[in-house]
T-cell receptor
C-alpha cells in the first residue's frame, strides 16, 4: 500500500463548478498535510496546509481533514480554466521528521470553459 | 522577498559523470529538502539539511549526497550518473517550526538529462 494515494484523474469539471480532490494516507501518526499545485513544466506551488481535523478555507479553496478516516481533501469552488493543473497531496509522516514530505502521485484537473 | 533559487536550470551529462546542483533557500529559512521528480515515480524525497546537518534521508543509493553551508545554501551531488537519474531535481526550503509543521516552498528545479 502506498503511503499517500490520490486518484490520478484526469478530473474534468466545467468552469464555475466545484472540483473535489481526494487523498488518503496510511500512517496514523501523520501530523500535517499539504496541497500543492503544479502546472506543466513548473515546480510545485503550496496552496493549502492543514494540521487539525475539520475544514480550513482560503479564498476559493477549502481543505478538509479527517484523521480518523485518514483522509484529506481539497475543494476548489468556482473553478476556472487557470486552475487546470496537477494537484499534489503531501503528508509529513512524523512529529520529528522535519522537512520530509511524502507525496501522492497527483491528480490532474482540467477545467473546461 | 526572493524565492528559492536553483542553479543550473538545465543540465545534460553522460553516464558515469558526476553532477553538482545548487540551491539557495528563502532568506531566513534554515531547512533545505531535496526531491527527485520523474513521470514514473512522482516526487520522491532525497534528503533534508538543517543547520549544516543531514536531518532526514530518503531511500536513494549512496551516489546521491548533499551538504549545507553556514548560510543555509545547499548542494547535492550525484556521482556515477545512470540513465535513470534523468529527472527534475527540486529543492524546497522551510522556516522549520518543528512538530512536523514545516511549510516547504519549492525552487524552479534543475532538469537533469543523462545520455
Amino acid at each position: 500500500q502506498k503511503e499517500v494515494e490520490q486518484n490520478s484523474g484526469p478530473l474534468s469539471v466545467p468552469e464555475g463548478a466545484i472540483a473535489s480532490l481526494n487523498c488518503t494516507y496510511s500512517d496514523r501518526g501523520s501530523q500535517s498535510f499539504f496541497w500543492y499545485r503544479q502546472y506543466s513544466g513548473k515546480s510545485p506551488e503550496l496552496i493549502m496546509f492543514i494540521y487539525s481535523n475539520g475544514d480550513k478555507e482560503d479564498g476559493r479553496f477549502t481543505a478538509q481533514l479527517n484523521k480518523a478516516s485518514q483522509y484529506v481533501s481539497l475543494l476548489i469552488r468556482d473553478s476556472q480554466p487557470s486552475d487546470s493543473a496537477t494537484y499534489l497531496c503531501a503528508v509529513n509522516l512524523d512529529y520529528n521528521q522535519g522537512g520530509k514530505l511524502i507525496f501522492g502521485q497527483g491528480t490532474e484537473l482540467s477545467v473546461k470553459p | 522577498k526572493a524565492g528559492v533559487t536553483q542553479t543550473p536550470r538545465y543540465l545534460i551529462k553522460t553516464r558515469g559523470q558526476q553532477v553538482t546542483l545548487s540551491c539557495s533557500p528563502i532568506s531566513g529559512h534554515r531547512s533545505v529538502s531535496w526531491y527527485q521528480q520523474t513521470p514514473g515515480q512522482g516526487l520522491q524525497f532525497l534528503f533534508e539539511y538543517f543547520s549544516e546537518t543531514q536531518r532526514n534521508k530518503g531511500n536513494f543509493p549512496g551516489r546521491f549526497s548533499g551538504r549545507q553551508f553556514s548560510n543555509s545554501r545547499s548542494e547535492m551531488n550525484v556521482s556515477t550518473l545512470e540513465l535513470g537519474d534523468s529527472a527534475l531535481y527540486l529543492c524546497a526550503s522551510s522556516w522549520t517550526l518543528g512538530r512536523g509543521r514545516d511549510e516547504q516552498f519549492f525552487g524552479p528545479g534543475t532538469r537533469l538529462t543523462v545520455l
